[in-house]
């Protein structure tokens, strides 16, 4: 029979957040506490037999026993089998809190070899693999098989995909390549380690190995959405599909400028370009491009600073150019001779890249001569 599976990764709890406040990581450090005992609630109401977690829970050297309850609070409140592989940011090591805590009698922690754990009412076997260092460089999946085809077998661990055209052919993250998970014989590969969900590998419409992503995203680097996998997994096909769990998004937006000369002129066009709900809850990375007046000091402390009344969280970067009058500019003095050359310059240049250096040439020459200094940008 098929088994109901929920599927996650990567939450990193208890992680440092340094580039927000104090304030902010703090808040942030519970928000991820919360979604995980949302995605706890999730396998309870959708009956999940098998919850696989595969690895970065949390933060080693940040985590302690604390923690390790507030797991295991959890995890001993449901009828689901937890299957935990540790990762590379929350090893086994021989100091892991993972080894100094009781754990509740349904929840399983992997180490360094594949194990496999037989759920005999299930008719299924469990394999797992854990990081116990930090780096794990060998292709552990190379020679590794399942015992039995005809059982329903699944997989969890934590490593890197290298089977990608643009994947680095090393890696410090237990490397493997979907020829590895196609030989190794397993129904369902429960994946960890990259933050955005990603299918690596689906057959006939059924998926067979995926990256769940990180529940919540932990910077802009992983915008979109997060959450997890949540399905069944059998023999005649898998039936999972993805379930968005994100209480928080990071989201970059452009605002067009037309030529402002102050700084509360710029923010009142980022508050007019994001409505009111989405302002008071996502992170926003406001990228300004147009042109502004060329006498507009761009400090962006100060924009963040007037924008904080509007906004949940957002980050401010100038992609603005000055809006240069040309034509007012005596080609007899130095500023006009400057402007002259270089146009003519950006005229004969026929590569892309060239002519940007030359067009930021420009900007930033003109702003030292009639500002005395470079405005960031």
């Not at 090393?170 to 493997?176: E, H, V």
């Not at 997890?228 to 209480?247: I, Y």
């Amino acid at each position: 029979m098929p088994v109901k599976i929920v599927h996650a990764a990567d939450f990193h709890l208890e992680s440092s957040f340094s580039g927000l406040s104090g304030a902010m990581a703090e808040l942030r450090r519970e928000e991820l506490k919360r979604t995980f005992l949302r995605i706890m609630d999730l396998a309870e109401k959708e009956e999940a037999q098998v919850l696989l977690l595969a690895g970065d829970l949390f933060e080693h050297g940040r985590a302690g026993r604390e923690l390790m309850h507030f797991f295991n609070q959890a995890f001993s409140k449901m009828q689901a089998k937890v299957f935990i592989a540790p990762g590379n940011h929350d090893p086994g090591l021989t100091n892991s809190p993972y080894w100094s805590y009781q754990w509740s009698e349904n929840v399983h922690i992997f180490r360094e070899k594949f194990e496999a754990v037989h759920l005999p009412d299930l008719e299924c076997v469990v394999y797992g693999l854990g990081f116990t260092h930090f780096a794990v460089k060998d292709p552990l999946l190379a020679n590794f098989r399942v015992a039995d085809r005809k059982m329903l077998n699944l997989v969890v661990l934590h490593g890197e995909d290298i089977s990608t055209p643009l994947a680095a052919r090393s890696s410090n993250y237990l490397p493997f390549s979907l020829s590895e998970l196609a030989l190794a014989g397993a129904d369902y590969y429960a994946l960890g380690h990259y933050h955005r969900p990603r299918v690596v590998w689906e057959e006939g419409g059924s998926i067979r190995a995926c990256y769940s992503g990180s529940p919540e995203p932990l910077g802009y680097d992983e915008e979109g959405e997060h959450g997890v996998f949540c399905g069944f997994v059998g023999k005649e096909g898998n039936k999972v599909s993805f379930v968005r769990l994100n209480s928080r998004s990071y989201r970059t937006v452009p605002v067009p400028c037309g030529g402002e000369e102050f700084l509360e002129q710029l923010a009142d066009l980022a508050v007019q370009r994001v409505p009111e709900a989405e302002r008071r809850q996502d992170f926003f990375r406001l990228i300004f491009t147009g042109e502004v007046d060329p006498a507009l000091e761009f400090d962006r402390g100060k924009l963040e600073g007037i924008l904080a009344a509007h906004f949940f969280s957002c980050r401010v970067e100038n992609a603005a150019a000055p809006c240069h009058d040309w034509s007012s500019y005596d080609q007899r003095t130095a500023r006009g001779m400057f402007a002259a050359k270089l146009q003519a310059m950006l005229a004969e240049e026929t590569d892309p890249d060239e002519q940007e250096i030359i067009r930021q040439s420009l900007y930033y020459g003109l702003d030292a001569l009639n500002l005395g200094k470079v405005v960031e940008r």
